[in-house]
């Protein structure tokens, strides 16, 4: 979701805590269980505060799967790979790429209906963003005739993919994955 959420129009909003992967506390009601403590690190209050635990405004996550001594800030800054580095590196893709935020949006519409396949254009610049909405693998074909003779450039590993010619283009997608692709001529 998130790599969706930033390839669309306008501003993206995080919430603090998505990009580590907190959990909400459903338990608290209302709004209240989006606003436990952030959870920094694995200690006391879970980095947030040197307050009594029943001080706070609202309890920590004691959860062992999202529980602040599981999931927090100081952990996942240690690993290339956390969810935390993740998320800073798709800000940083999408802050280089002037057409996330200002470029049109034109939706296409393959046969696959688990499949969101859009373009977005800035003047010369276009991109293209396929998402897997399904929990299982999909493949889909894509009609981007308008721009045979492109290359698509996936833009997170740089990766160059065939050609775009007079066929649909065949794309096949793991679970929930999503492709980011710079359309180029080369």
Known sequence: MT?????????????????????????????????????????????????DPESLYSPLMLN??????????QSQKRFEHSLLSWTKHIIKIRKSTPVFGRGTIEFLYPANHRVLAYTRQLGKDTILVVNNLSSSAQAVELDLRRHKGNILIE???????????????????GPYQFYWFRLRKI
């Open 64 to 73: 062992p799967v999202y529980g602040y001594q599981a999931v927090n800030v």
């Open 155 to 173: 833009m997170f590993g740089r990766n160059i993919f065939p050609r775009i010619g007079d066929l649909p283009y065949l794309l096949t997608m």
């Open 3 to 51: 790599g969706m959420l930033m390839s669309l129009p306008e501003t993206p909003i995080l919430y603090y805590g998505d990009e580590i992967g907190m959990g909400d506390n459903i338990y608290l009601g209302d709004r209240n269980g989006v606003r436990t403590p952030m959870q920094w690190d694995g200690g006391w209050n879970g980095g947030f505060s040197t307050a």
